[in-house]
């Protein structure tokens, strides 16, 4: 804790000089010249909650901001300059059909949690603010949990129960992780992290069920929070400035699944989502922002127009619409020396201060294709997109 915290009151010293001293705008000024004469930003969030510290205790912290923290995101990029912006309007600056008087920054939500309706909607609304909602379509208007929050749930009740699990009985590519876990070597999110990034959903599901039963079971195995919205909530989203993007059907991380499988996920979460909404879904959000040539292929014969990752670079004028660059954004992302909303922080955040200072690593999205007759080598790279890229 001592070392997070150093590094917190670090990053905060230097984002109160930059920003003072006015280095944080002529670093700002040279990130819009090299894309172009203007800034397109595009930012990631999964869930909006009302109590972050109560929140904290039982889900990945990385998919998390408070109410607050959220709404004065959104005031300092107005007050950064920034125009928010709808998906069309993005794209046509992005192709050079338009040029933007401002700077321009999309919002953009993942996963289709209901909280998002519950308190992001609402404060997006009064401020006249358009998102894009990207959702699994599988799991709208059920009563599920997301593979990675139901796997970050187990490991936490490992933990907290000390609980020794029976590796022989788990899936065999899971049981070293697992162990790291009971045993406190590595921390639930972590280990989440690093499991939905080397294995298919189906692997992952195996690991759950199997996890689920020798805990016993029952309600106590299935995390409370993290409920996804209703169908009828997301129309009333599509009917009030919210473009409803798809997330696959499954939420599974496409690279990882043989080629026909993905390309029934793509499919199926666009029909469905049309069906649902009675209108054209167009725009496309990958799982953990992984991609492969092979899937922007799928993509674009399925009739999409986008598709964002999460790979925290600057969106280029004349880039790739199938490759658009977000930056992911949670609750610590505006944390200053005291843990509380640093307004310096966050803009230097917004503007790429720290990255173009070589801070920080920037994981690329662009992965092999599982199962393609082009990939002679199998997928195990362990990066990930935490926090926020899930």
Known sequence: MGRIDARRVAKSAVANVLHYSGARRAIAAVRRFRSGGRRVLILSYHRV?????????????GLLISRETFRRQLEELAASGYEFASMADTLDV???????KKDLCLITFDDGYRDVYRHGFP?????GIPAVMYVPSGYIGTQRRFQHDRLFHLFLTLQTRRFQPILEALPAASAALVDAVAHG????????????????????QRLIDALSEQLGGGSDVVPQ???PMTWDEVRELAANGFEIGAHTV???VLPMEEPERAEWEIVESKATIERELGRPCRDFAY????????LIRMLIHAGFRSAVTTEDLPNRIGGDPFTLKRKVLWENFSAGFDGGYSSCVTGCQLDD???????GTVVIGRKPQRGSPNVAIPFTEPESTLPGGI
């Open 49 to 61: 909650v009302e109590d972050f510290t109560g929140a904290l205790q039982t889900s990945i912290p």
């Open 94 to 100: 992005i192709a050079g059909r338009r040029r933007a």
């Open 353 to 359: 201060v720290f990255t173009s200072l070589g801070g």
């Open 123 to 127: 404060i997006l609304r009064s401020l």
């Open 250 to 252: 499954s939420h599974t």
């Open 225 to 227: 929070d993290g409920e």
């Open 185 to 204: 070597r590595l921390r639930p999110a972590e280990a989440v992290d690093t499991f939905l990034a080397q294995h298919s959903g189906g692997l992952a």
């Open 287 to 294: 799982c953990n922002g992984w991609y492969s040539d092979e």
